[in-house]
């Protein structure tokens, strides 16, 4: 293996490998859901609010990721609860809460002494510097995530494609939209360390976007979203170890160029 | 009741004692005799089950009040089993929202709704013996998901991934009903509007429902395939017992299906069989005089229920 796949000697590496392929696959399933309900606004948002999160988390002394996965969910309630219970669109909400919490973000950065290099490295993400502990706790929340997403698949599918008549069938539906941002916020703070604040949204909306460009029914388009998202983690640590580039935006350019192919595919056809 | 007594009108009197005759006002004076006085007119929700023992769909005292508008007010009627009943009013007039409060998806003001015998709010496990189609339906309709995939998100106690193959001759069955099983592996959204309609009727029906309620089901389907879809609902309704309460806008439609009309224009002003209640007064009360001369209908000697011709 080593003798095919060279860098898979360095431990970090080897982890690196399991931290992208357990993000790629996550994101990538959970992409197919927020594009059936549009919305890649609101995962951008909850991104970009782990910021506050993370910064939070320093400042406090705790996790950064487990600090990011509380803010991330708060959020997400918060912006569930204000569009539910008010008149405001969700495009407002999710506004509000997104430059919100990358102001409160911006403000904890410089209550920080000294040099926040820690800290930047959320930014665009850092998956060499994963540690064991971060890659057992990005498994075992994939595995939570994706359980329940195949699991109620039928409930969530039904949702996003009518709710009126899911209502009529006796769906628990706000309850589902609840459910449903807490699963993304968590895919979002599990995603944050590897691929980073500005980018995490693009794992999660380009692979089902390029499979939406050349599936014909539901399961091929899950079926190819994971096949994008995965070949997308894979290639993109492994063009990154090589060109030296960092591995986040590496894999992030690799999707967008797949892409760009279904595109052109999906028009041919 | 059965089918043939339905549609060849031969005892509309008879046939319409139970809904008709006992109106929701009467069973007001049964239950606790507050009819008459309009501020009172909350009646007793208990025992009306046994009150109307065929009821399929029993509707007392609906009032709907959306941001200080007044959709409808105060409407009641009793569908029994196996009856068609078609609720008609001009645009504007309450028809889906009606619809859509029976169904809960609305709150109402003040009044109850009966569907199977259970209460609309809380239906528990009478939902699956209801289908339902709602007048538009509103989805992404570039989004990659086949008509077989839609009819398995009814099916969902079974799972969406797994034993596909063993479901596609349920759904196959379900489409055939309909005559749209050469739609079975078509992206939903590439559907034509009547094909669409087929397929949700097929989807309102795949779990052998006993009441069918349909929101305008000929909206967006050309004249010719509008007769078609009408003629493939009263089929499946000769085939078994079904209940259907649906909202048209085609009075030709009303009186060569319909068991009962209800006449809706922000309140309920004509409740009873086409042939008998849909008289030009009424018609001109809910449509406006035009309507109402438009529609006069000149009735044929040998049909009771008569026919609309329009002239």
């Known amino acids: 293996m080593t003798d095919l796949l060279p860098f898979l000697q360095y431990p970090f590496m080897q982890r690196a490998l399991v931290a992208v392929v357990t993000v790629g696959f996550l994101c990538a399933v959970m992409g197919v859901y927020v594009t059936l309900r549009s919305m890649s606004f609101f995962s951008d948002a909850i991104s970009h609010s782990a910021l506050a999160g993370i910064a939070l988390g320093v400042l406090l002394g705790i996790d950064p990721v487990v600090a990011a996965v509380v803010f991330c969910v708060a959020v997400a309630a918060g912006i569930t609860f204000l569009t539910v219970r008010t008149e405001l669109t969700s495009d407002t909400v999710i506004g509000v809460f997104f430059s919100g919490s990358m102001a409160l973000g911006v403000l904890l950065i410089g209550l920080q002494k000294g040099y926040q290099t820690d800290l930047l490295s959320y930014l665009f993400g850092d998956v060499l510097a994963v540690n064991n ?26 949702i996003a494609f009518n709710r009126d008549l899911a209502l009529v069938e006796g769906a628990r539906v706000v309850a589902w939209d609840y459910a449903f941002m807490m699963l993304l916020a968590l895919t979002v703070a599990v995603s944050v360390k590897i691929v980073g604040i500005v980018l995490v949204s693009a794992l999660i909306i380009v692979p089902a976007a390029a499979a939406r460009n050349v599936a014909s029914d539901f399961r091929r388009l899950m079926g190819i979203a994971i096949v994008i998202g995965l070949t997308g983690a894979i290639a993109g640590l492994v063009a990154s170890y090589y060109l030296d580039t960092a591995s986040g935006p590496t894999m992030v350019m690799v999707v967008v160029l797949i892409f760009v192919a279904t595109l052109i595919a999906g028009r041919r056809s | 009741m059965s089918a043939a007594d339905v549609s060849g009108g031969a005892n509309p009197p008879g046939a319409a004692d139970v809904s008709r005759g006992a109106n929701p006002t009467g069973a007001a004076d049964v239950g606790g ?8 007119r909350a009646y007793p929700h208990t025992g009306l089950s046994e009150l109307y023992p065929h009821a399929a769909v029993l509707v007392q005292d609906l009032s709907l009040v959306l941001g200080g508008n007044v959709l409808f007010e105060h409407v009641s009627f009793v569908v029994d089993q196996g009856e068609t009943a078609m609720i008609i009013g001009p645009n504007g007039a309450g028809k889906t929202m009606l619809v859509r409060t029976m169904l809960n998806l609305l709150s109402p003001q003040e009044g109850t709704v009966m569907l199977l015998g259970k209460d609309s709010r809380n239906l528990g496990s009478v939902r699956s013996r209801i289908g339902y189609m709602p007048q538009r339906l509103d989805f992404d309709r570039t989004f990659p998901i086949t008509v077989f995939e839609i009819m398995l998100l009814r099916l969902e106690k079974s799972g969406f991934w797994l034993n596909r193959r063993a479901k596609r001759q349920t759904v196959l069955d379900a489409l055939e009903r309909v005559h749209a099983e050469a739609l079975m592996d078509q992206r939903i959204g590439r559907l034509s509007g009547g094909e669409l309609q087929r397929v949700l009727l097929a989807y309102a029906l795949l779990l052998d429902p006993d009441l069918l309620i349909l929101d305008e089901p000929s909206a967006g389907v050309d004249v010719a395939g509008e007769d078609t879809f009408y003629e493939l609902i009263h089929h499946i309704r000769t085939e078994r017992e079904l209940t259907v309460v649906m909202v048209s806008h085609d009075l030709d439609v009303v009186f060569k299906y319909a068991d009962q009309v209800l006449c ?14 849909l008289q030009p007064e009424i018609l001109e009360k809910t449509y406006g005089a035009l309507a109402a001369s438009y529609h006069h209908h000149h009735e044929h000697e040998h049909d009771p229920r008569g026919e609309v011709h329009r002239t």
């Open chain 2, 33 to 40: 005799g507050a009819a008459g006085s309009a501020p009172e």
């Open chain 1, 133 to 158: 502990l971060d890659v057992a706790l990005s498994l075992s929340l994939a595995g939570i995530v994706v359980f329940s997403l195949f699991r109620r698949s039928t409930l969530l599918i039904k």
């Open chain 2, 264 to 277: 809706l224009n922000r309140e309920l002003l004509c409740h009873g069989v086409p042939g008998t209640v």
